[in-house]
């Protein structure tokens, strides 16, 4: 059993109250954890260090080569280190196991791509008509507020930690509460790796509490947060305190268009993996399938055929396809939203139920589900059910598919599946949408920006976007030549 405690100003260490969580691993039920239950205090003492540590100048002022060494040898900890984690992954998370592997090649390059871009000339200089000389340059912010999901326990904290840390700030992060352990893992590579004690600190606990602290927290300069968005409201609310600077990445109920001159079998597979791959516990799935009316009967026919023969069990099994939902709490959630949809009048063409069979009721098993003949009130349509449950819903031509998927109070991701090229460019330009794919799903890139129109968020994650999160911008003007203004005459 894992005994994971928080780690502040270098230490490791239990809460103040000493009251312990158990981690639970969602394809059985059983405790692989126990994790420090932090309360306000521990936050606060965490966000002081933070604090004092950015002022100390122990990272920022350190040559931006230096703090891009660090940041490479903790990527190459994670690769020597990938199997275990994405091991510890699947038992936290409950993903299969192939997922978590791309979780920690992925971790691994974002270290290195951010080592690689912050000691890349970025500063800029004006032409102005004074004697003076007029450059901007990037500086840290300060502390950093990190929050995140349990969906990507490891990916969504390493997209903050990397270009927090390679722009020089100081951290205070908050896994989730119910996904420590590779975070934790994370946090012991960086103090192998010799990453000065108090410029990064893991505080763990409940949101309401310990996330709370750091979001209203004066001491905290930016807070960069991953979730849901009822929570991003409260964070924005909580940081109003002190103007804080804030990055939110926040739900979505993204629009997988598929139109009748697609690749038919193309657009079918990928609107799976759109939807199911991570069990549909993803920020950018295809929740909503939009299908042209002339190939929609058969388009539904297939992709539950398909859907009907998803491998569902446990992550560590190499046959398994989908996992389980990550916790009881969660499943009963998502169970609930798909007996809204019965009860609401849509058709369940497939699942809707709770897996109990081969070894599987101690866990958190629910089948690949399909509704149909949906209406846009219905809360399937409208909410974010982060699970395996999608629509299917039928459009009749181009407008038609643009208003349909544009009627959302989100705007996190949108793909178009069609075989003609102006088309698909006219449509996904229209899509109010900050990530977007055609012909293609899920793509995720180090370089490319990460964010959400409308509800689903503000800023950008990842690439240089994702560094400038993390730096203030300050202009410097010279005077050239030194002589009294003369404004006042006397
Ligand atoms: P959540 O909002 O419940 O929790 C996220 C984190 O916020 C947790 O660490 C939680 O403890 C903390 N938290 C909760 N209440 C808080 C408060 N009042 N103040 C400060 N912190 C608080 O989200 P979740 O259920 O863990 O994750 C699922 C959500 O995350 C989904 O909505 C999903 O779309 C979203 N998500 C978005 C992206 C993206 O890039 N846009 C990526 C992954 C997940």
């Known amino acids: 059993m894992l005994d994971l405690k928080m780690y502040i100003n270098g230490e490791w260490r239990d809460s103040r109250s000493g009251e312990k969580r158990d981690i639970i691993n969602p394809a059985n039920g059983e405790v692989i954890a126990q994790a420090a239950e932090g309360t306000v205090e521990d ?14 100048g122990v990272w920022s002022d350190l040559p931006a080569e230096e703090r891009a060494s660090y940041l490479y040898k903790i990527a190459d900890k994670i690769e020597e280190n990938a199997e ?7 038992m936290d998370n409950g993903k299969p196991l192939r997922e978590a592997e791309f979780d920690m090649a992925d971790a691994a390059a974002c270290f290195r791509y951010y080592a690689g871009l912050i ?3 970025e500063g800029v200089t004006y032409q102005v008509s004074d004697p003076v000389q007029s450059i901007v340059v990037k500086e840290p912010i300060g502390v950093c507020g990190l929050i995140v999901p349990w969906n990507y326990p490891m990916l969504m904290t390493v997209w903050k930690v990397a270009p927090a840390l390679a722009a020089g700030n100081t951290i205070v992060y908050k896994p989730s509460e119910i996904t420590p352990v590779t975070p934790t893992k994370l946090f012991e590579m960086m103090e192998e790796v010799g ?68 690749d038919f079998e193309v657009a079918v597979d990928y609107a799976l993996f759109g939807i199911f791959c991570g069990t549909g516990q993803v920020c950018a799935a295809g929740s ?37 939902l990550v916790s009881e709490q969660h499943m009963e959630k998502v169970l609930g939203y798909i007996e809204s949809g019965k009860e609401e009048g ?25 509704f149909v003949d ?25 407008q038609d598919a643009i208003r349909i998927a544009n009627d959302t109070d989100y705007g996190l ?29 899920h793509n995720t890139y180090n370089e490319a920006p990460w964010g959400g129109y409308k509800q689903s968020g503000t800023g950008r994650a990842l690439g240089t976007w994702g560094l400038d999160t993390y730096q203030e911008t300050k202009q410097i003007n010279i005077n050239l030549e030194v002589e009294p203004i003369g404004w006042f005459k006397n």
């Open 195 to 262: 990453i000065p004690k108090g410029v990064v600190n893991m505080v763990m606990g409940p949101g309401a509490t310990v996330g709370n602290a750091i979001a209203e927290s004066h001491d905290v300069d930016l807070v960069s947060f991953t979730g849901g968005t009822v929570t991003g409201r409260k964070i924005m609310q909580a940081a109003t305190g002190n103007i804080k600077k804030l990055s939110l990445e926040l739900g979505g109920k993204s629009p997988n268009i598929i139109f009748a001159d697609a």
């Open 84 to 90: 275990e984690l994405a091991r510890l992954e699947v």
């Open 413 to 441: 991701a949108g793909a178009v599946f069609t075989q003609d090229g102006a088309k698909a460019l006219r449509v996904i330009k229209k899509v109010r949408a900050g990530i977007t794919w055609v012909n293609t799903f």
């Open 374 to 398: 949906v209406t846009p009130d219905m809360k399937i349509v409208r909410e974010e059910i982060f699970g395996p449950v999608v629509v299917i819903q039928k459009f009749k031509d181009e």
């Open 288 to 324: 909503r399938i939009l299908v042209e009316e002339s190939i929609y009967d058969k388009f539904v026919d297939r992709f539950v055929e398909r859907a009907k023969k998803i491998k569902v069990g446990p992550g560590l099994d190499p046959e398994t396809e989908m996992g389980p």
């Open 346 to 370: 849509a058709k369940l063409v497939c699942g809707g139920n709770r897996i109990t069979e081969n070894g599987l009721d101690k866990g958190y098993f629910v089948e690949p589900t399909v």
């Open 43 to 56: 936050a606060k003492e965490a966000i002081q260090v933070a604090k004092d540590t950015f002022e100390s």
């Open 119 to 121: 000691n890349k000339p």
